[in-house]
């Protein structure tokens, strides 16, 4: 991880602005911990490999998994839960959410995310970030009037299949070769899919989208 664009000056007006201003010496270790965090999150790329390059992505904290963000900052999950809230609440200003959206997408095409029966017309799915799952709850209420279920365990959420299949149609960066036939795909075909399988069974995208 590095600064991007020489960020590092930006880092430091920002954590100084918070410090003067705000009496950031006077928090708790672990908010000014979860401020660093939300700064590094800010200004700082991570490296991805694709193919034989490096490729150079932003928001390290809100897009790759738990796992990934304990081997770069060296703490552990319930740690990084806790800064995801906190974060949320008292520093986030600047969260784009159709990035993080395009990126759920994108974990969903890439197997990343492994979608389950949960019930004749309903999938399951486990997402950890907390700020992917708010802007995941904020589609399904716009969209569809609905929310998520995670009554059991907050990571693990449940939705309507035929909610699922709307936000996807609505979305609009998809490949295109998966663009035109999710908007194509017919619902009560990929119900009447889901009811014949057992609960629990992984369902991958490309049996809900293509039938296969």
Not at 106 to 126: C, Q, S, T, Y
Request: aromatic share 8%; proline share 0%; glycine share 4%.
């Amino acid at each position: 991880m590095k600064f991007k664009n020489n960020h590092a000056d930006e880092f430091l007006k920002d954590l100084w602005q918070r410090i003067n201003e705000y009496s950031l010496l006077n928090a708790s270790k672990n908010d000014i911990g979860d401020y660093i965090i939300y700064l590094l999150n800010k200004y700082c790329v991570y490296v991805e490999k694709d193919g034989e390059k490096d490729v150079e992505k932003e928001r390290f904290f809100d897009k790759l998994s738990h796992a990934e963000i304990e081997k770069i900052l060296k703490i552990n999950s319930a740690r990084i839960k806790s800064a995801e809230s906190n974060i949320k609440i008292k520093y986030a200003d600047d969260i784009d959410e159709n990035s993080l959206f395009d990126d759920f997408i994108n974990d969903l095409l890439d197997g990343k995310i492994v979608l389950r029966k949960a019930g004749d017309e309903k999938i399951k799915f486990v997402i950890e970030n907390k700020a992917k799952r708010s802007i995941i709850e904020a589609k399904l209420k716009e969209l569809c009037a609905d929310t998520l279920d995670s009554s059991f365990n907050s990571e693990i959420v449940t939705i309507d299949i035929k909610n699922f299949l709307k936000m996807l149609k609505a979305q609009k960066n998809l490949p295109k070769e998966i663009e035109s036939k999710v908007k194509k795909c017919d619902d009560n075909i990929i119900i009447k899919a889901l009811k014949s399988s057992a609960l629990g069974n992984v369902i991958s995208l490309g049996a809900l989208v293509f039938g296969a």
